[in-house]
């Protein structure tokens, strides 16, 4: 099918790691041996990296952290493709972490179980969403209840010594019967390898991997604040805003009370009364929005799609622009019980090496609720005695989402959503391959392809599908060619004389991915939900051509 993960063992994997205003690369060969380098930018780390290999499948692994804005994380991942790296991964530092402590035990997480893992400053509860790892909460140290911890495992952070051994025991006493592990430095390092290469196949220890999520929350400045942080992506977002008395709108991206980065400014024009905003989160760095003026509020009470699932979620209700900012202040007023302080005051805490400015500056990272105590969304606004609910979530009930549904990121994979039955892969790549006269190949052999056949494979297939893209000036590091025909349309040119449209690469993806799928799920499918980036469109009439050609309804959500 060309799905299944690559068995050839890289001989060379990078993690790179930006701190200090420096990046970090560490390079781990197949040998065994390790070597650490330090650049000041992208550019250098990108042409260290190529000293030691020029194979295009080379894992490279960004961990990145909240401080990594969405232009640092996107210019990393467009220089490593120029330089012929199209193996990048994005990964959030913290959840690596989290996989090295919990993996390096060999804790079992299973779903419906939650483990708890301890640090100086912050505790995190994590649990199982499928196949992945899911972060399901997170909260200041001293919020965690010792005496009335509901999870099924502890696991204490401990590769700096924060912890000392009487506030160790201390902890084991409180919490006993649950388990208690300790994390040290030396078993999680020699289990990081480990973890990397279980990225890349179907091995004991991916069951330690994360899934891909929001890190943080959607302020709309002076209007509202969307809880989004820790929801699977793709993630979309659908608000009304009253905007009578208001000439601008921030929309900004909440990571910690320090760390909030603008994702975009709206101007308004007079005379303008409601806008609707839509934010679309494909990726942790691939992030749109859009606004556009609207007659009536249908949508005040934010309408939240992530992977798939539809809910309204708003920490607070509309505000005077004077009265909120994206910190405490709407932080306080979440109707969402994070966790209170530990009952026995006489738990021994850890000795605290860090500044408690840090500690501090994460107590209002609100995050879902705790196991058994979950928070409840803002409540609809009342009219005549009854919930008004919004137009959209009533038709999105009465018309609910394809159970499976297929996301395609601007980064080359399609993302899969299907039913509890489902037991293959969450994503594949979207690459294809054409050769005269030989039926075509999809995803990992397409990939594969790159590094000995790169003119006869295509990718990119949103950025071809997208409405502005331009066939005079493509993307100048793909090894096919584009034009267009005497309609307009898009023509895409390979080696051997291929020439192919947008809507087929499109259709050859779709309809390997539904075979794939078919192969690894129990139930029936009926329709085929498809998810584009905001910038791709697909005519209803190759929609229908396609949806005839593969023998499924397809559907645009």
């Not at 890190?215 to 993630?235: A, H, S, V």
């Not at 709407?330 to 500044?355: A, F, G, L, Y």
Request: hydrophobic share 40%; glycine share 6%.
């Amino acid at each position: 099918m060309g799905f299944e993960k690559s068995g050839r063992t890289p001989s060379v994997m990078y993690t790179v790691n930006n701190a200090k205003g420096k990046y970090f690369i560490e390079a781990y060969h197949s040998d065994g041996s390790n070597y650490a380098f330090g650049f000041a930018t992208i550019t250098d780390t990108v042409a260290q990296m190529k000293k030691g290999s020029d194979d295009p499948h080379t894992p490279i692994f960004f961990h990145f952290t909240e401080k990594a804005t969405i232009i640092q994380q996107q210019r990393f991942r467009d220089t490593c493709r120029e330089a012929g790296f199209l193996n990048v991964r994005l990964i959030s530092f913290d959840t690596v972490n989290l996989s090295l402590l919990i993996g390096s035990h060999h804790i079992n997480v299973i779903p419906g179980r939650f483990v708890a893992v301890l640090t100086s400053e912050l505790f995190y509860i994590v649990t199982r969403d499928g196949r992945n790892l899911k972060l399901h909460k997170a909260a200041p140290f001293e919020q965690f209840r010792f005496r009335r911890c509901s999870v099924d495992s502890v696991v204490i952070s401990n590769m700096t010594n924060d912890f000392e051994e009487a506030a160790v025991d201390k902890i084991r006493k409180c919490l006993h019967p649950i388990p208690v592990n300790v994390g040290t430095f030396w078993p999680m390092n020699d289990f990081l390898p480990v973890l990397l290469r279980s990225h890349l196949g179907e091995t004991t220890s991916n069951r330690y991997i994360f899934n891909a999520f929001c890190d943080f929350d959607i302020d709309i400045k002076g209007q509202k604040l969307i809880e989004t942080r820790f929801k699977e992506l793709p993630l979309s977002v659908t608000t009304d805003v009253a905007v009578s008395n208001v000439t601008k709108l921030d929309v900004n991206l909440i990571k910690s009370e320090r760390t909030v980065e603008v994702l975009k400014t709206f101007t308004l024009k007079s005379g303008a009364r409601f806008v609707r905003i839509v934010i679309l989160v494909e990726s942790c760095c691939d992030i749109t929005a859009t606004m556009e003026v609207v007659d009536t509020a249908e949508t005040l009470q934010p309408v939240i799609c992530a992977g798939g699932i539809v809910a309204t979620d708003c920490l607070s209700k509309e505000a005077s622009p004077a009265k909120v900012e994206p910190t405490v202040m709407v932080m306080e007023k979440s109707t969402q019980d994070v966790s209170s302080k530990p009952t026995d005051n006489n738990v021994v805490k850890s000795k605290k090496n860090r500044s408690q400015r840090r500690r501090e500056g994460r107590r209002n990272a609100q995050m879902n609720g705790a196991p058994g105590n979950q928070s409840k969304p803002a409540a609809a606004p009342i009219e005549n005695g009854s919930i008004a609910l919004p137009r959209e979530l009533s038709q999105l009930k009465l018309d609910p989402l394809p159970t499976t549904v297929l996301t395609f990121t601007s980064d080359n994979r399609v993302l899969i959503k299907a039913d509890t039955t489902y037991t293959g892969n969450k994503d594949v790549f979207a690459y294809v391959r054409l050769q005269d006269g030989i039926a075509p190949m999809v995803g990992q052999q397409a990939f594969d392809a790159l590094q000995t056949h790169p003119n006869s494979v295509f990718y990119d297939v949103t950025r071809l599908l997208a409405v502005d893209f331009d066939p005079a000036h493509p993307d100048p590091s793909w090894r096919f060619k584009t034009s267009s025909d005497t309609d307009g349309k898009v023509l895409i040119h390979g080696s051997d004389g291929i020439t192919t449209f947008p809507i087929v690469l499109f259709g050859l993806v779709v309809k390997s991915t539904l075979l794939y799928i078919k192969e690894h799920v129990q139930s029936e499918i009926n329709e085929l939900g498809i998810r584009l980036p905001s910038s791709s469109a697909i005519s209803a009439t190759d929609l229908k051509g396609v949806s005839d050609k593969i023998g499924m309804k397809l559907v645009i959500i």
